[in-house]
């Protein structure tokens, strides 16, 4: 037989009819074989890790046929020490089972850092130094002294720090600063509708002391306190114009915006 008519005989077609649904077949195995493997298609949903100590953690995902590793460590003082406090990917993200998630633990000690130089410069300087060094200011008061607006001492309550020695990070310093003798004044500013930490700030920045820091009723949350305004202070801008240097002027804040309008 010639081999162009065994190419088109029946039985070389039936042969090759044959492979071919062969070849489909194991095509359609291997795909459903693959699918299986890599659970094509199926997630389940990540757990909240969040407040969970590692213990509870580790149960959880052994729960869900999930791993965990931990991957940073930080500080925070709203949260329990040595708690899940973020994760990636987030809870209720889709993942497959045996995925590792990435975890966040809160320290038991408080990160610390090293304290700038903050006497003998100007009371600028050292707010830019304090907030550059993870630091907060604490009350800043005033003694008199010839040479004006120079920091003279920073102090922890009533220990007064070195420059160099570590601290927690997020520490309060406080800070006692010059004046000059001979009862100078200045401007009184207005402080009303700005939060309190902009009224302090714009206190310190007139050689004035925040006094005390009154909230109404509105104010019920952390975060009220955070957004609350001004509405009020004494000495108020009209009782005076100006007010001797290292003065302290009390304030008020709300976060009620009907007493602005009382106010006007």
Aim: proline fraction near 6%; charged fraction near 20%.
């Amino acid at each position: 037989m010639s081999l162009s008519k065994f190419i088109f005989s029946k039985k070389f077609l039936y042969h090759l009819l044959l492979a071919a649904l062969i070849f489909i077949i194991l095509l359609i195995l291997a795909m459903q074989g693959l699918k299986i493997y890599t659970r094509h298609g199926q997630s389940n949903p990540v757990p909240d890790f969040y407040g969970l100590t590692l213990p509870e953690a580790a149960s959880t995902a052994k729960q869900h046929g999930l791993r965990i590793i931990i991957t940073d460590s930080i500080f925070l003082d709203e949260a329990p020490p040595g708690v899940i406090v973020d994760q990636i990917p987030k809870a209720g993200h889709g993942v497959k089972q045996n995925r590792t998630i990435s975890l966040t633990l809160n320290s038991t000690q408080p990160e610390m850092v090293t304290l700038p130089q903050l006497t003998d410069i100007s009371l600028r300087q050292a707010l830019v130094l304090i907030e550059n060094s993870n630091l907060n200011t604490g009350d800043i008061s005033y003694q008199p002294s010839e040479y004006n607006n120079l920091v003279l001492d920073a102090k922890l309550g009533p220990v007064k720090l070195i420059p160099g020695e570590k601290v927690p990070k997020g520490t309060k310093i406080d800070l006692i600063v010059g004046r000059e003798h001979g009862g100078r004044l200045t401007t009184l500013p207005d402080l009303t509708g700005l939060t309190v930490e902009e009224a302090k700030t714009t206190l310190t920045n007139s050689m004035l002391i925040s006094g005390v820091v009154i909230f109404d009723e509105s104010v019920i949350t952390s975060q009220d306190s955070v957004e609350a305004r001004v509405f009020l202070q004494s000495p108020g801008t009209g009782d005076a114009s100006t007010i001797p240097l290292g003065a302290s002027v009390d304030i008020w804040a709300t976060t009620d915006q009907s007493k602005f309008q009382d106010n006007q």
